[in-house]
Nanobody
């Protein structure tokens, strides 16, 4: 059974940092591209960041470029999202997803999804 479990969310102030983690089990982690998505109340889900299976290729939503960094540790089967200089508009539930190709993540067609972790940025 595949599981993706996110952690690290919480309530922070504007300008603070958080690191989200997504621990995977039940799948050949180093064969999957991994991504972070988010959904704010009343808004559609958006693709925030992605990383290829090898870690050599990354993607970032324009609004988070220079502030967020995605990384992965294939030995630990974990993907991370380091979020710096957080803004109120970053408030959302953040979801981790795994896909057999980066293209599927681009199309928001993850093969597996976590249940999400809430990030709230207070001004």
């Amino acid at each position: 059974q595949v599981q993706l479990v996110e952690s690290g969310g919480g309530l922070v102030q504007v300008g603070d940092s958080l690191r989200l983690s997504c621990a995977a089990s039940g799948l050949p982690f180093n064969s999957y591209a991994m991504g972070w998505f988010r959904q704010a109340p009343g808004k559609e889900r958006e693709y925030v960041a992605g990383i290829s299976w090898s870690g050599s290729t990354t993607y970032y939503l324009d609004s988070v470029k220079g502030r967020f960094t995605i990384s992965r540790d294939n030995a630990k089967k974990t993907v991370y999202l380091q979020m710096n200089s957080l803004k109120p508009e970053d408030t959302a539930v953040y979801y981790c997803a795994a896909a057999q190709s980066s293209r599927k993540l681009d199309q928001m067609r993850g093969d597996y999804w976590g249940k999400g972790t809430l990030v709230t940025v207070s001004s």
